[in-house]
């Protein structure tokens, strides 16, 4: 709004510096022609020639006006209509241009890149939701069919049942993450907020993952300062769960994992260290890309939304994470952030 008015202003001082020039053009023209005895001796010729010659200057001026104010504009214009067909391909050449013009074509050129790569991550987005649906609705779909066939055995039959219980779980899991993920994201303010004991919300969590840390025989050591938080009990009992199923996926049988809670003035660090498989930079650069899973998980069933929830839920509560990792030594996530939560 204070851009346009802005730009009113400075066309119309633009408008008068131009009138202005005319008119001083025009007295120049007298002055001439009455140094040449025109305009002394009235004759016919006198006026018109003045008169042409203001058109004529007129008409320059306008014409330079016109390039100059309204192409750009008429430009924009043209692009705003391709951008509305939905080609974000299109850019404002923005070379001729000075000022609040420049500036408005520089903009008009930023947003259209912006949407462009808004329309690359929707269509990436949806593709990838397709390809996690359509993977276990395929499996369960040619279990069923098997199923349907006479001759076949019980052993064969409990197997398939099996296959299609897990992935009927895993679908469940892949539409609960999503929608979490969708809340969690279209909120910027964290609600329900309660004070509570941190370290007891983690000590509940390493309990949760109990079976999985215990079939792969997991020592999980823990050294928690009693931290009383005040946030959202639920979304912070997501960063413990989900970290801590990452490192009982990555590390190797027999493993450890260390997990430490301390408070540093009004700031609590957490950090979750494995001993595992680690990650390669080029995995690490992209663990928190929704649906994303490194080479290392591809035995495990999971969705790769654990990773990005937790990036958003430590958006909320206005902290940072922090990642250190190599391949076949482990991985560390530490996670700081304020006493009470924004
Ligand atoms: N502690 C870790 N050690 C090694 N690799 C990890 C670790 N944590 C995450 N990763 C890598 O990052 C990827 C993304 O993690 P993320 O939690 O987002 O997805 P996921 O665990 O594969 O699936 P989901 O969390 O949806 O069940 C994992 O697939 C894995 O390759
Ligand atoms: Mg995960």
Redesign the pocket.
């Known amino acids: 709004m204070l851009r346009i008015k802005t730009l009113r202003g400075r066309t119309t001082l633009f408008v008068l510096v131009i009138m202005l020039l005319s008119g001083i053009l025009t007295t120049l023209l007298g002055v001439f022609l009455n140094w040449l005895n025109l305009l002394t001796y009235p004759t016919i010729w006198a006026p018109i020639i003045v008169l042409s010659v203001s058109s004529l200057l007129g008409t320059l001026l306008a014409h330079f006006l016109a390039n100059f104010i309204l192409k750009p504009i008429k430009d924009i214009a043209r692009a705003t209509k391709e951008v509305a067909k939905g080609n974000f391909t299109v850019q404002v050449d923005d070379a001729k241009t000075i000022g609040e013009i420049e500036m408005l074509i520089k903009d008009f050129n930023k947003m259209v890149r912006e949407l462009a790569s808004i329309e690359m991550f929707r269509s990436d987005f949806i593709s990838n939701f397709s390809h996690e649906f359509k993977t276990p609705i395929v499996s369960i779909q040619g279990f069923a069919k098997q199923l349907q066939k006479e001759n076949i055995s019980d052993e064969k039959k409990k197997k398939y049942i099996e296959i299609i219980a897990q992935e009927s779980e895993n679908l469940a ?1 892949l539409s609960t ?1 999503i929608l979490y993920l969708t809340k969690l994201e279209s909120q910027n303010i964290v609600t329900d907020k309660t004070s509570f004991s941190l370290d007891e919300q983690i000590r509940h969590s390493v309990i949760l993952l109990e079976k999985t840390w215990t079939r792969k025989n997991l020592q999980i050591i823990l050294d928690l300062d009693p931290i009383t938080y005040h946030g959202n009990k639920d979304i912070t009992e997501q960063l413990w769960t ?2 801590l ?3 009982v ?2 590390s190797k049988e027999n493993g450890k994992i260390e997990i430490t809670a301390k408070e540093k003035e009004n700031e609590i660090i957490v950090s ?1 260290k ?1 001993y ?4 390669t930079s080029d ?1 690490l650069s992209r ?2 890309d929704k649906f ?6 591809r035995t ?11 990036k958003r839920i430590v958006e909320l509560c206005n902290g940072k994470i922090h990642v250190q ?1 190599e391949p076949d030594r ?2 560390t ?1 530490s996670i700081t952030f304020p006493k009470s939560m924004g």
Not at 276 to 279: A, E, L
Not at 292 to 297: A, F, K, L, V
Not at 300 to 309: A, I, K, V, Y
């Open positions: 899991n993450n989900n970290l199923s990452n490192a996926n990555a979750i494995d595992g498989v680690g990650m995995v663990i928190f994303y899973q490194g080479d290392t998980s495990s069933s999971g969705n790769g939304l654990g990773l990005p929830m937790v990792s482990g991985t996530f």
